[in-house]
């Protein structure tokens, strides 16, 4: 062979293997990876540009230039604002371990009464918007809250406490988190052979120090993924940090872009993605080195085929203390929020808590949400996002779900790409996406369709989660069956799998409906006038002073999420999905 001949072949060779292996790929699978694409790569990738050019006054890009990266790390708030960042993250992470753990070791370890009622308030929990939650937590302990009225009564002005500061931020932020750690932790317990528990209350170890040296110490590995993943969580968190932490002058990276986009004169775009790049960067280490220690959990495994029974352990008259444990831990993190938002709700100017307040009740803020039209288009949009987002993402995770488990050719990447958008933190998301809108010729930018579109990206690991471990509980025998009965894939699919898959698919969807409704920082950059949504609006109304009429407008709001959360939980209960 000629040496020409040869090259024709050295050439050639990689490029038709490479068309022969995009053959042997299922024009499902090739039209599934261009759809999560086309939701995936483009606030990636305008991010990235838009960190690396001048921002022109007219929203337009400039030069290529390095100065956003080098400004950024020599200004003197970087340093500051990463340093807070960690500490607050790192605070909120203990304080939501140490409640959510001892909330999951009573329920599933104890015979504590009253522990079954747990799972719902915490799912309860996750339907109320962070910003509700922040501000319920603000009108608690702010200057004019009980706490501090109570303070000065019994100790004097001088001992009233300052909720806007470090302190502040992590309380609040680890209330928050704290039903997630107890539905994370159970499940981690649930996996757990409590034999070894039982063994040690027979030779007269006390609970505490059964729990202590048996069960904590079997789930570290889970224990220690947890306190990582709330640390990734309260690092790329924003609401917190722009109600709490900017009213006391303390910044942290989220807060640095926010101000990026929202600042004097014409938004620094190019500022907000070197700042949502750096933080992008971060995120991905540290999910790394969560999934790195998710890896070695089987280290410490304890269910085996022979003798496993999950059992609880009779605690005998102190069973009464773990119940009051879990009630005050509930009354930290839903019922007092909750009472204050009902109590600011009836007052006609909130002046916090005191005798003369509670004559003062009035039913006007909910006369002026009924008559209000914007509060309804709020209602209205947020209902309509939710459920856009949510059949938007099911259908579209169930397929991707089904081929990757099925191991169809090609189909590893569809899990991949799905998985994709846990790296971007939300409001990085919301900076991203805000540039794409803004490039496009056609008018997206400050509309609903926008919000659900980058909603849709946002929460495609959370369909694909559900989905997946669905699609793992079906037999593949069945989908064999009816092949053999002359049916097409796409009829398997629709006439076999999804009805054994429905369970899954209705949790998936009202999962994914309640995380989008809650969210503040991902559509705060992205709606407009007349795509005003709850969470946004509660944003607001906080920033403008309406403390009355936002806590009526959280009250209603909280009413209907409550619903929406019994039906999610009766759902996981009854199918046991999880």
């Not at 929020?337 to 307040?357: D, K, N, R, T």
């Not at 995770?397 to 799905?418: E, F, K, N, S």
Request: charged share 10%.
């Amino acid at each position: 062979m000629s040496v020409e001949a040869q090259r024709a072949v050295a050439f050639s060779s990689p490029r038709r293997s490479l068309f022969a292996g995009l053959r042997r790929i299922p024009i499902g699978v090739l039209l599934l990876a261009f759809i999560l694409c086309v939701l995936i790569l483009p606030p990636a990738f305008f991010l990235i540009k838009v960190s690396f050019h001048v921002s022109n006054p007219d929203g337009t890009l400039g030069d290529l230039t390095l100065r956003h990266y080098s400004s950024l790390f020599t200004e003197r708030f970087f340093l500051p604002s990463l340093i807070n960042t960690i500490v607050y993250s790192l605070g909120t992470a203990v304080v939501a371990l140490v409640f959510g753990i001892s909330q999951a070791l009573i329920v599933e370890r104890t015979n504590a009464p009253g522990r079954e009622w747990v799972f719902l308030g915490a799912i309860i929990a996750l339907g109320i918007p962070n910003v509700l939650h922040v501000v319920s937590w603000l009108l608690l302990l702010g200057r004019a809250g009980p706490v501090n009225s109570a303070l000065a009564a019994t100790l004097g002005p001088d001992y009233v406490i300052n909720v806007y500061s470090m302190w502040g931020m992590i309380v609040i932020e680890g209330m928050n988190f704290v039903p997630l750690v107890f539905l994370l932790m159970s499940a981690v317990l649930k996996s757990q052979d409590a034999s070894f528990e039982e063994a040690s209350m027979m030779s007269g170890g006390r609970p505490l120090r059964t729990f202590w040296s048996i069960s904590i110490r079997m789930g570290m590995p889970g224990i220690l993924a947890l306190l990582l993943l709330v640390f990734i969580r309260a690092f790329e968190s924003f609401e917190v940090p722009a109600l709490v932490g900017l009213a006391g002058n303390i910044n942290v990276l989220t807060t640095n872009i926010y101000q990026s986009t929202r600042g004097q004169g014409f938004p620094r775009y190019g500022e907000a993605g070197a700042y949502s790049v750096c933080l992008l960067v971060i995120v991905i280490g540290l999910i790394y080195l969560y999934n790195r220690l998710s890896r070695n959990a089987h280290k410490y495994q304890s269910i085996t085929g022979k003798g496993y029974r999950p059992r609880v352990i009779d605690l005998g008259p102190m069973k009464w203390v773990g119940t009051s444990v879990l009630a005050f831990t509930f009354l930290l993190v839903t019922g007092l929020p909750i009472i204050i938002l009902i109590f600011a709700s009836l007052q006609p100017f909130y002046e916090g808590v005191s005798a003369g307040s509670f004559g003062r009740w009035t039913m006007e803020n909910y006369a002026l949400l009924r008559d209000a039209s914007s509060f309804h288009d709020a209602i209205g949009n947020t209902l309509l996002m939710g459920a856009a987002t949510a059949t938007a993402v099911v259908p579209l995770t169930a397929l991707c779900a089904w081929m990757a488990v099925r191991r169809a050719p090609g189909a590893w990447i569809l899990d991949q790409l799905a998985t994709a958008p846990l790296v971007f933190p939300a409001i990085v998301m919301s900076v991203a996406f805000l540039y794409v809108f803004v490039s496009l010729p056609i008018a997206l930018y400050g509309t609903l369709l926008s919000v659900i579109i980058a909603s849709t990206s946002r929460y495609l690991p959370y369909g694909m989660r559900y989905a997946y471990a669905g699609v793992l509980q079906i037999h593949r025998e069945l989908e064999d069956a009816s092949a053999s009965s002359g049916a097409r894939q796409l009829t398997t699919f629709f006439r076999i799998v999804v009805p054994l898959l429905a369970p899954a698919l209705i949790g998936a969807w009202l999962f994914v409906f309640l995380l989008s409704v809650q969210a503040v920082s991902l559509p705060l950059l992205l709606v407009g006038p007349g795509s005003e949504i709850v969470a946004v609006t509660l944003f607001d109304l906080w920033q403008n002073g309406q403390v009355t009429e936002l806590a009526a407008m959280g009250v209603v709001w909280i009413g209907l999420m409550t619903v929406v959360s019994s039906i999610f939980y009766y759902v996981t209960r009854r199918f046991q999905i999880s």
